[in-house]
DNA sequence: ACCAGAGTTATTGTATACAAACTTGTTGAC
DNA sequence: GTCAACAAGTTTGTATACAATAACTCTGGT
């Protein structure tokens, strides 16, 4: 079935979003944009009001579509209903999970055991990102895993550098090995109170989570109009 | 503020898509609907993206937009997923909630009392819609509050009707009441525990939910085009 | 020099025109 | 009679044209 190319329009804005290309308050000029993508200005409208509905964008009318990106504030918030929602999977996953699902769990701990002593810090993203989809998948609940899947996705570049700190892969491998025991055991609280440390932001990654937002406003003066673009 | 066309009409479609108006099903059909709301396609198709996002339509390449109403699982799953969010919002207001919140809170459960009392279940609705919109703003978490008033709204129409079971009102009064209990002594555990199993489905109204389900299906034959728009 | 206001420019919102592809109906062969 | 293939007719997707409004500029006044 051929896709719309409004809709890969819409996907590559998002990852463009979402990687920081885009940074916060530059305004999307439709007719720069359709130029760049060799389309009208129809199909990219109608990626942006998706990208709206996802708040990655704001829509002001007779204005234009502004990026939003999240604040330190929000991006707070984002991770803190991520690790309750992720509380939530381990909590229904603890009585539902399939013996097949355990074993790939520990499998998938095996290889990020592998790529921790590599130093394999992309290895080990990659069975880490498994590590929770398994865990989503197996709430048995494919709305809960739609949401996380969707907000792990839009958190995926603030997550990553957080691995960069020293100690943090050891640290996040213990972690998976006490939600899985709590998992087996079928111990719902435990789980979900193992699930919610290992995603919450707290001690050092508090401020390694801060000085990153501060990455992307360099480079431009406080300046909110007139981005220029690449 | 001048609002654009494309949003009012996308919030009037995304109610009648709720309310049942739609049924599971329907093809949203462009030229009829452009007539219909006055306007040309382009608006309209703007519209559709942002339900598109919102799983209210699916979109299929080249045929056109589909309404999709959540079947059983799906419905069951989203319930479960209310009820998770809700018990974060509690776990988190548990250290968080202030003393002027609940005070608003008992105060609500106060009219909710004199609602049942006069088997007022118009009033009770709306006050115990007020209680848990308190709730969410006691998490002290925007993107969780959000996260939580679009579910609810979406979810509305199917709870509305458990309200009719017998003796459910005096029921949820009580688990009200047990949710401001734990609140107040800031038992987050507690909180989290009682306002999910308010909210949970589980006996006599999963039953009323599922027969529920079978209502938008009578009134029409299995014709799929030319809904009646009011 | 700075502010106010009208006119100009630029940009968004909407309508219409055109192109592509899917549906459907008909015809013909087996 | 059934199935396949072709053609007509819809319907979606995209481009372009037009309208409305916000931003900007330039001029004139104090």
Redo the contacts with the bound molecule.
């Keep these: 079935?051929?896709r719309?190319?409004?809709d890969t329009i819409a996907e590559t804005l998002e990852g463009l979003i979402l990687d920081g290309t885009f940074a916060d308050g530059d305004?999307l000029?439709?007719?720069q944009l359709a130029e760049r993508f060799?389309?009208?200005?129809?199909?990219l409208?109608?990626a942006f009001q998706r990208l709206a509905v996802s708040n990655l964008v704001e829509?002001i009318?007779?204005?234009?579509v502004f990026v939003r990106q999240p604040g330190p504030v929000a991006l707070l918030e984002m991770f803190e209903v991520m690790a309750e929602l992720e509380a939530a999977c381990a909590r229904l996953a603890a009585s539902r999970i399939t013996d097949a699902a355990l074993d790939e769990m520990r499998a998938v701990n095996g290889r990020c055991h592998a790529s921790v002593e590599v130093r394999d810090v992309d290895g080990y993203y990659r069975e880490n990102e498994r590590f929770h989809a398994i865990l989503y998948r197996q709430s048995a609940n494919g709305f809960l895993e739609d949401k996380c899947l969707r907000l792990q996705r839009r958190l995926a570049p603030f997550r990553r550098r957080q691995l960069h700190l020293r100690g943090r892969l050891a640290q996040s491998m213990a972690e998976h090995e006490a939600v899985v025991a709590a998992l087996e055991r079928g111990d719902a609280a435990a789980a979900a109170k193992a699930i919610r440390a290992h995603v919450a932001v707290q001690g050092e990654k508090f401020h390694l989570l801060m000085s990153s937002l501060k990455q992307p406003a360099d480079s431009r003066t406080g300046d909110r109009?007139a981005p220029n673009l690449p």
Tied chains: 1, 2.
Excluded at 38 to 43: A, G, M
Excluded at 61 to 64: H, I, Q
């Design positions: 079935m051929r719309k190319r409004s305004r000029d439709e007719v060799d389309v009208s200005r129809t199909p409208r109608e829509q009318p007779r204005r234009g109009h």
